[in-house]
């Protein structure tokens, strides 16, 4: 991976994630989850991560916003935001460069204050993500109320006023007068709601959850997210299990809201047709590593990797229809340190991989453009079958098969086998 230890950040840049590594210290051993990522958001633009279930998509976007859960923790890395306020409070210190801060170096309480109202999350599941038991406008409106408090203080107190916790939802049930929300947060949800496509969204607003279905609750999460109007929005596989008509309606609200310049756009998907429609930028993930980065164009019309370039081969082609596909061989590996592969983790799936390929691959840069970036020695030479490894060196046969995410098994599951 390149040097990161000093960041050479535009003004344009929002995020700049820099060699950022996720460990999770298991019974069965340590699991590398996220290593070394490195990647970048701009304003005003749509940045996708592509890649098969298990190669460590969710849990980047997870210690993007620093809510990697126990035995999960981030181990390395930066993450560097640009906000003048905040650099303004930190100046002075090493964790700050010009207008970009470095996340990983300030307190926990201040990482936690950024949730909502500058970095929110789409998670995969909405019925899981919601409180079954609390009204969907009820719900939205305690997000719209939580940043509006945390709007009125001060930096330094927003974690303390950002809690809503157990004292006092005891306190508001005993005192029927008082309310955790308003009238104005409550209008402010249906607002949203209409925002998203909801129709009828004061009578929705009233309804729970289950009333509501795929594609209404996954409108309901997105509206819920935008209710910080944060400058990142993360989704998360935003539109898995729902139908083709609902995929289109909501990644056309999420287009909406990038064109609208009010917020920037992280794709985390296994769907290489959503990421040709939606994003500007994309990575391609592999076992924890992003192999393949650039602009659209670059990966898509200029493939280096031959992972990216299997990921492509395995969608049909429109122009041939009666074309075969040509699937990836092999499954994606645990993640398990003491069984991840010297060198390059793909090398045993892939159909060119060299001698060389057993030594640790540096990033090289890509001949597309000059943010292509390709992390693999077929960018700086040819593949010369006299040094090809063979079986013995630990090349799968032809009889393994990539692994289709339409078993419904949970994306970058960091368990063995899930």
Not at 139 to 167: C, D
Not at 369 to 378: D, G, P
């Amino acid at each position: 991976m390149p040097d990161v230890s000093a960041p050479a950040l535009d003004d344009d840049v929002l995020v700049a994630v820099r060699d950022l590594s996720t460990r999770f210290f298991t019974e069965e051993g340590q699991i590398n989850a996220v290593e070394g990522v490195s990647f970048e958001v701009r304003d005003n633009e749509v940045v996708g991560i592509v890649g098969e279930s298990g190669s460590g998509k969710s849990v980047t976007a997870l210690s993007l916003i620093d809510l990697v859960d126990s035995p999960g923790e981030i181990t390395g890395g930066e993450v560097w935001y640009r906000d003048a306020e905040l650099a303004e409070e930190f100046a002075g210190s090493d964790a700050v460069v010009g207008d970009h801060v470095d996340l990983r170096r300030v307190p926990a309480t201040v990482r936690r204050s950024l949730r909502g109202s500058s970095f929110s999350m789409i998670f995969q599941d909405p019925m899981s993500s919601l409180n079954p038991s609390v009204t969907v406008g009820e719900q939205i409106a305690e997000a719209v109320e939580v940043q509006r408090r945390a709007k009125g203080n001060p930096r330094r107190t927003r974690s303390r006023t950002q809690g809503y916790g157990l004292g006092r939802l005891l306190v508001d049930a005993v005192l029927p007068s008082r309310s955790y929300t308003d009238e104005e947060s409550h209008a402010r949800a249906i607002k949203l709601l209409e925002q998203v496509g909801i129709p009828d969204p004061a009578e929705r607003a009233d309804e729970y959850p289950h009333q509501f279905s795929g594609g209404m609750l996954q409108r309901a999460m997105i509206a819920q997210a935008l209710a910080g109007e944060p400058d990142v929005l993360i989704a998360d596989e935003p539109t898995t299990a729902l139908d083709v008509t609902i995929q289109a309606q909501i990644l056309d609200i999420l287009r909406e809201l990038q064109e609208s310049g009010e917020t920037s756009v992280v794709m985390i998907t296994h769907d290489l047709g959503v990421i040709a429609r939606m994003c500007d930028r994309v990575g391609v993930m592999y076992a924890g590593e992003i192999v393949e980065r650039g602009r659209l164009a670059d990966v898509f019309d200029d493939p280096i990797h031959p992972y990216t370039q299997g990921l492509l081969g395995s969608v049909p082609d429109l122009e041939a229809p009666a074309a075969r596909l040509q699937p990836i061989e092999g499954n994606v590996p645990s993640l398990l340190d003491r069984e991840m592969p010297e060198g390059c983790y793909f090398a045993d799936r892939c159909p060119k991989a060299m001698a060389d390929c057993r030594q640790p691959v540096p990033e090289y840069d890509g001949d597309a453009s000059e943010e292509h970036a390709v992390q693999c020695v077929l960018a700086d030479r040819e593949y010369d079958p006299a040094v090809a490894l063979d079986d013995t060196d630990g090349v799968i046969d032809d009889t393994d098969s990539v692994t289709d995410d339409t078993d419904g098994a949970t994306d970058d599951g960091v368990v063995s086998g899930e």
